[in-house]
């Protein structure tokens, strides 16, 4: 820890060092990651390249963990540079998204934001529902009323069958104990959040927002539906309004923290037309997830969640938009290093940085 005996250099060199090791250890969990659920869906599980794999993920984990409790303990008042920020980012939402846990919170977890976010956002469109919300743009007679959710929660064993379906899309399903991994308990919904900021990050760096990226945001929202109830038991209508409690609203943005107003932004770029698109292409899916006259909630959301499995959701997210996020980084400073370049250096000047350093040069 920076003492009082260190001079001002010292603790800058200290910091920067300290922020180096930070983005290469967010850069391993997350390429770990990615490579073991490549793997788990090959029919890798039990081979040794898939075993291999697996302990480097948890490994990753259990790095950016640690490191970051201690950065945060050496360096309390500093502020990370942008690009390693948007790859700590990157690397929450992959571990949200693929192990339902927080590698860069204390505890792997974290309280939840959805519900006070959500009365904030309801309360600024003025509604008390999404339905609601819904209908102040739509004839009353087509849009179903918000009293068939008092149909959930759905039966345990429904849940627990349920469950069981979507373990089996992601690998997991029939896991032998000694192959069990990291996984935590924090939904979809939390992890929607996550790819809301993420992607206002990625947008102010490429300042644009496409129809493919909306057409993701929305189905995530009706994944995060369909978790919510058929897996996790939600009971009433408040995991709906948290899933679509998203997009832009115009009545000022007070009681917004930084991340939101960058998420408001975004939904308000091109002049406004971004925020029309994305909620006509919001309404659609709103739509599609509640249930049709004389069909009960829980048959409906059974017939959705064939109709968009999670698999082929999953693998829309992973390989198209997170891997395209992922790609438009440059390496780590640390890989560079190893592998003999740096970004902006001639290839003589790193050889004499690294002979420098005691490095063996290839």
Not at 52 to 81: C, E, W, Y
Not at 123 to 147: F, G, H, M, Q, Y
Not at 296 to 301: A, F
Request: charged letters at 20%.
């Amino acid at each position: 820890m920076p003492t009082a005996s260190m001079d001002s250099h010292e603790v800058t060199t200290r910091l920067h060092v300290d922020e180096l090791i930070l983005e290469y250890l967010l850069w391993f969990c997350t390429s770990s990651l990615l490579k073991e659920r490549r793997l788990r869906l090959g029919d890798c599980v039990g081979k040794q390249e898939w075993t291999d794999a697996a302990k480097s993920a948890d490994m990753g984990m259990r790095l950016v963990n640690s490191f970051s409790q201690t950065f945060k303990r050496l360096h309390p008042n500093s502020i990370l540079p942008d690009s390693i920020a948007l790859r700590q980012r990157i690397c929450r939402f992959t571990t949200v998204l693929l192990r339902r846990l927080d590698a860069t919170s204390p505890t792997f977890t974290r309280a939840s934001q959805s519900s006070a976010r959500t009365r904030a956002w309801l309360s600024r469109k003025r509604a008390s529902n999404v339905i609601e919300d819904l209908t102040s743009s739509s004839p009353p007679s087509n849009v179903p009323i918000a009293s068939e959710f008092s149909q959930t929660p759905f039966p345990p064993s429904n849940l627990r069958r349920n469950t069981e379906e979507m373990r089996s899309q992601m690998g997991f399903s029939g896991m032998p104990a000694v192959h069990q991994v990291y996984w935590g308990n924090i939904s979809l919904r939390e992890g929607l959040r996550e790819f809301m900021i993420l992607s206002s990050w990625t947008c102010a760096f490429n300042d644009e927002v496409s129809t493919l990226w909306m057409e993701t945001a929305t189905n995530y929202m009706v994944q995060g539906v369909l978790e919510a109830y058929r897996c996790e038991g939600a009971k009433g209508i408040d995991a709906l309004n948290e899933c679509f409690s998203w997009g832009p609203t115009a009545n000022g943005q007070e009681g917004l923290d930084d991340d939101e107003i960058v998420v408001n932004e975004m939904f308000g770029g091109d002049s406004g037309s971004v925020g029309v698109l994305f909620e006509k292409m919001k309404t659609e899916a709103l739509l599609e997830v509640l249930p049709p006259v004389n069909t009960s909630l829980e048959t409906h959301m059974d017939q959705l969640a064939e109709k968009h499995t999670w698999a082929v959701f999953e693998e829309t997210l992973v390989g198209g938009y997170l891997t395209a996020v992922i790609s438009a980084q440059p390496s780590p400073v640390l890989l560079q290093l190893e592998n003999g370049k740096l970004n902006g250096f001639e290839d003589k000047d790193i050889s004499t940085l690294l002979a420098n350093a005691g490095a063996l040069i290839r």
